[in-house]
């Protein structure tokens, strides 16, 4: 609400300005008049532009040669992705990504968006602030750290699930999770359950939080109530929060490796390896830069492309 | 009565009781709850076994024990030390650098008008988009010919740089919400940028700078892969990388042992939660606070 005012009062503040000083500079006095303004953003631009804006640029160059850190690069054309596509287990790698960029939307938006309902049905506001801090809590513990945790926790011989299951007396489900072929993707999905905890659930509770109490009682009128309101109502009104998880989903879904690297690093097998880690590895452990700035460049595309997809087809109704 | 309960007074008294398990506050209390406990079941695994003797550790793993071995802590301290201070270092000095060049960054977007503004700010937002992913591998080559590997530096002039994206975001956002009657009465008495940005940009908006501390020492903190590739040498390493290597070398060295070994392992990984969580302690409010009241959103 106060930034809608602000909003208002800046316009008008604007358009005063407007009728009161015409314009009578040029472009070049105005950009000389502003020389403070360059002169301020001048160092932001030249470190990032070294550190920020080169790097990319060079991975998509240098997608294209044959290179390594000391090492003349060579033209090589398309040969890298080649290279990458017609590996053996690339099908592989890019199902595992499939299933666990699936799996994300899950665990990264449906997740949280009936936790923040349920919090946001809470009454007491005393409650409801306890709940958000206690939800933050987990994310405290390193993510590394959290990631070692849940390697302790599907342990074979020490974990507590396998030590739950013996106590109930399911003992034949005991197995290495995380060993096993058959259960290590769905391990890796596993990891973090119930996935509630982290800023999702705060960043959905934040569209909630400014969705108009008229609504909730016209909702009532109407006996629209529980979750057929979330999902008539309040997911087309919070829905610019709900798509900037689900592109998160997706770009992590594709994009992110540490929890494979520190669980399982793709294996057994290949059974939990990704194009990502794939990436990684040909690039750091065989020296072969070039094929890693192909499978960066190709993952970069699809992220690229997916996010522009969800932003062309997901489109909140105040847009 | 608010409309609320005049509803469903009125409901009720029509005897069509349309009650689901949300209406009651118990069940989603409950639930609620409920769902926090099992988030919190890694949290307290660290916690009990970080107490255990070998023992302990054994037997009794997953109940309190006593007494509380707290000479885990000192063994694990011993092994993590150099690896906090890294951190603790180098996200401090990143924090400070990163967070100069986003106020800056910040009040030139929100409160001075030049040609060319709009493009300027969407050309750094923009690399928001960019994935680690393309960067990573020609990244570490950079760092590599300008000699940053194998220093703290490739930690922090990462932050440094690539961290007033995001911070630039914020602040600006933020900063274009302060009233302009501050800053004309300001320069109308002679303020300059400098005083400007000091005495009165960075005292409104220290809420804002408690998020941006938060997200960013949590993202400093919990930094894996870059230290990894880019920091060899066991003296300026990162507390991530140290304690996977902690938890591997317990492991494979001494496989016939691994379990003796538990308590110290979970001591440092608590050890390793600790700043965070007293960092949270003082800036926590801000943090939840900032996510949810700022209406996040693309």
Redesign the interface.
Known sequence: M??QV?LTS?NE?VRLKKEITPRKYS?WA??L??W???A??A???I??I???????L???V?AFFNWA?NKEPVFVGFANFVSYFQYAESGREIANMTKLMSFNLISGVVVPFV?AE??F????SA?KEV????????????????L??????YDA??G?IN?LLEAIGLGLLKRDWLGDPATALYAVMGV???W??G?ST??V???L??MPESVF?AC??D?C???RRWVMVDLPLSL??V??LI?LAV?NG??S??NI??LTRGGPGYATSVP?LR??LR??TTNE?GV??AI??T??VV??GM?LLI?RFVRPYNE | MN??QI?QHNIFHRGQP?R?W??S?IG??A??IL??L??????Y??LTLSFKNQVQYQHE??AITFPLRLGNYGAAWEYLDTYVWNTLLAAVVGFIGMLI?SV??G??FAR??????EP?YYS?IM?M??????????????Y??LGLTNTLWAVI??N???G??FG?FLLRTFF??L??EIFESARMDGAG?WTLITQITLPLSLPTIATLAVLNF?ST??S??WPM?AISDPKYQQ???G??QM?RNLSSNLSAAT?MQ?GPLFAG?VL??LP??IL?FFL??F??EG????????
Do not use: C
């Open positions: 106060a930034g602000n800046l503040q472009i105005q950009v008049r502003s403070q303004a360059y301020l953003l160092p932001i631009f470190i990032m070294v550190f920020v804006y080169y790097p990319p060079l991975g998509l240098r850190p936790m349920l919090i049905s809470i009454r007491s409650s709940y958000r801090l206690a939800m933050v809590i987990p994310i405290l513990v390193p993510g590394v750290v959290f070692l945790l849940w390697k302790h926790i011989n020490i507590p030590g973090g359950f119930p509630i905890s800023i705060l960043i509770l934040g569209g939080a400014q009682d009532l009128l006996g109530t529980g979750p610019s929060q798509r900037l592109i770009i594709i994009t490796i540490q690297l520190i990502a990436m990684f690039a750091f830069y890693g700035s960066g460049v993952l970069f992220a690229m996010t932003n | 409309l609320k509803i349309k689901t949300l209406d506050q989603v209390h639930t609620i769902l926090i099992i988030s919190f079941v890694p949290v695994l660290m793993r997953y060049l800056i960054g009040y030139v001075l008008r030049f040609p060319g503004r300027l750094i690399l988009m960019v994935p680690w992913i393309v960067s990573f591998v020609p990244q570490y080559v950079l590599n010919d002039v990462l440094i740089a690539s007033p994206v630039i274009s919400g009233p302009e940028h949590l903190w919990n894996y892969l590739v507390v991530s990388v304690l996977f938890a379990e538990g990984y390793a939660s965070m969580v949270f926590g409010k943090y939840v996510l949810v009241e700022s209406g996040l959103k693309v």
